[in-house]
């Protein structure tokens, strides 16, 4: 490509063309082609697309495909500057304006607007709401406006930003310039919230599968849980880039030293630190290998590292919706990765609570008990996956994807109708204001001195769920409460109490089938993506090595030079031609101009 060009002559028309020459791709994923035609066409849309499905180039080929200058509303500086960065690297004018730029920069900036040398101008909407930024577009020729993470305008959703709110003014100040607002995850609910604020004036709505085939997912029961955590990553991700999320500040912390003291590069990541420490520790994960962030929910959105290759959660997350978008952001280059969680009764206990506790509006509070309880109902599910995790998002799958716990290792099921009589009995019988371990002890027929004491051991349920062990009657309890029979007493003290669920099953008219706990098994990698990459081969390393020394000249990450996925492709097709080498998927004209002789000579002396 030529060097930048005025953002109203645009050099390429054609998407293909685009498509091939910018991005180095051969065809479009999914709906891209008929999304990308719609707004080109000046028509605006609403496009839901799971994290790594390609959703940037929805609005970077139209803003090059339309005369003017594309202007992209983003919640995160971070996510500003990796795609900036990837964007120049293939060629395209491109800039940020926000509140990270020195002021000679900034004005710099505003002028390459003004004389139409951008193609993108990434900007905050709470940058791009200031009346001198309104005014300084009105005096631009713009392309269109793309608004990014747009479920952050749902004000009871996990990342609500109330400047998305404010977004409906770009229809009254620009109502000819077409808008595309983008999100990975969003339920009907969030959906409608996104239309009613951003897209008033109405637009085509395209919802891609959100199936994440090269993901596997796996939910396990805790037990030591930073010890499982280390286990699985000394097994398959020793090396690798990974996401732990974990509940609290301090866990974090704790769980960061952990994995440090075990060898590994790992940082904790929380709204306590300073702006400063956060984005040294987000620079590391982004331009470094190998390093583990252990965060909280503060961490992630926005972050466009593709070679993620596991997302873990030492805690239960609050909603399918919150599970799926973190989990996403593993596996984006479409190579294999792992989404892996661990949980326990006590976590279950706990969101209760806090749901039992809160102040929200009654609406409120029935909605997100749902929302837990499908998270709960996808955690003890026994059969694939990915039908109840899919479903949330209104979208079908026949199930055995042979890519999670599930599949690999079915569990057991059995009927446990008469153990869950026996539990929610015992739980009546003792006042309902016990927690699980004291429930358990009556069931075992355990005469502990407290049990005396209260005169428990004279019950009618003392000692009659002998026939199990405690562990079993842990997952009995445990499951009761993930379908809804039994909930924490909301004052917090921890008991456990009857619900309304209950009564058909106590009363005989209901049966209950449950999981039968499995014991961990250590997995068989079998790579689900169409190439396999040795880690351990020479050959990847030394491509590796080359492009971690270019990204270290250029300051900036290493998949920006190329994708871990192109690396592969590079070597498994070990072109001899700048020809062959065109002819990779994730060459593009500008990289193949900028990188094509190296790779030669990399590959030459392999």
């Known amino acids: 490509m030529p060097s930048l060009t005025p953002a109203t002559e645009p050099v390429f028309r054609h998407s293909e063309a685009l498509l091939k020459d910018v991005f180095g791709y051969d065809c479009f994923r999914g709906r891209q082609r008929e999304i990308i035609e ?58 940020v304006l926000n509140s990270s730029l020195d002021a000679q920069t900034r004005r710099q900036t505003e002028q390459d607007l003004l004389e139409g040398r951008l193609q993108l101008l990434y900007i905050a909407p709470e940058g791009l709401l200031r009346e001198s930024t309104l005014d300084l577009l009105r005096r631009c020729r713009l392309a269109l406006f793309a608004i990014d993470e747009a479920h952050c305008v749902s004000q009871w959703g996990h990342d609500f930003r109330p400047e998305y709110l404010q977004l409906g003014a770009l229809r009254e100040r620009f109502p000819e310039v077409p808008r595309i607002a983008l999100t990975a995850t969003a339920d009907d609910r969030t959906r409608a919230e996104i239309s009613r604020h951003l897209l008033p004036d109405g637009g085509q709505t395209f919802i891609a599968s959100f199936d994440r085939p090269n993901i596997r997912y796996r939910v396990g029961l805790k037990n030591n849980a930073r010890a499982q955590l ?141 929302r837990l309880e499908a998270l709960l109902a996808y955690c003890e599910h026994a059969g694939c996956r990915r039908p109840p995790l899919l479903s949330y998002f209104d979208e079908d799958h026949s199930g055995t994807c042979g890519n999670c716990d599930n599949c690999l290792h079915p569990p057991e099921t059995w009927d446990a109708t008469e153990a869950a009589r026996k539990a929610l009995s015992c739980v009546y019988r003792t006042g309902q204001r016990f927690g699980a371990g004291h429930v358990i002890d009556v069931l075992l027929g355990n005469a502990t001195e407290r049990i005396a004491s209260l005169g428990h051991d004279r019950l009618s349920t003392f000692g009659i769920g002998a026939d199990l062990d405690r562990k079993a009657w842990q997952s009995v309890l445990r499951q009761l409460l ?15 109490q009857l619900t309304e669920r209950c009564r058909p099953l106590l009363k005989g008219e209901q049966h209950v089938e449950l999981r039968r706990d499995a014991i961990p098994v250590r997995r068989k990698r079998a790579f689900g993506s169409r190439i396999e990459i040795d880690t351990e081969s020479p050959d990847w390393q030394a491509l590796r090595q080359w492009r971690l020394e270019i990204a270290q000249e250029q300051g900036v990450p290493p ?11 590079i070597l498994e097709a070990r072109p001899q031609t700048r020809d062959e080498l065109s002819q990779v998927t994730g060459v593009g004209q500008h990289k193949l101009d900028k990188y094509g002789t190296d790779v030669l000579n990399v590959l030459a002396g392999l």
Request: glycine content about 10%; charged content about 20%.
């Open 482 to 496: 993930a379908l809804g029979h039994l909930q924490p007493d909301p004052a917090g003290h921890g008991g456990l």
């Open 559 to 569: 998949y920006v030079i190329f994708h871990d996925a192109t690396l592969a492709a």
């Open 230 to 370: 280390l286990s699985f990553i000394d097994r398959e991700h020793r090396g690798h880039s990974g996401i732990v999320y974990c509940f609290s500040r301090k866990k974090t912390e704790q769980t960061a030293a952990f994995l440090y003291q075990n060898g590994l590069t790992a940082l904790p990541y929380h709204a306590g630190l300073s702006a400063d420490e956060r984005q040294a520790r987000q620079d590391r994960f982004i331009g470094e290998d190998g390093v583990v962030i252990c965060a909280t929910i503060a961490f992630g959105m926005g972050i466009d590292k593709p070679d993620v290759r596991f997302v873990a959660h030492l805690d239960l997350p609050r909603s399918v919706e919150a599970y799926y978008q973190e989990t996403g952001r593993a596996g984006r280059d479409g190579l294999p990765a792992d989404a892996w969680m661990v949980y326990s009764l006590a976590d279950i206990v706990q969101i209760r609570q806090m749901q039992a506790n809160s102040s929200a509006p009654e609406t409120q509070q029935r909605l997100e008990r749902e």
């Open 38 to 95: 719609t707004v080109a066409a000046g028509d605006n849309a609403l496009v839901l697309m799971p994290t790594g499905g390609g959703k940037s180039l929805c609005y970077q080929i139209p803003a090059l495909m339309r005369p003017g200058t594309g202007i992209v509303v983003s919640p995160l500086i971070a996510l500003m500057r990796d795609q900036v960065e990837a964007l120049k690297a293939n060629g395209v004018a491109a800039a």
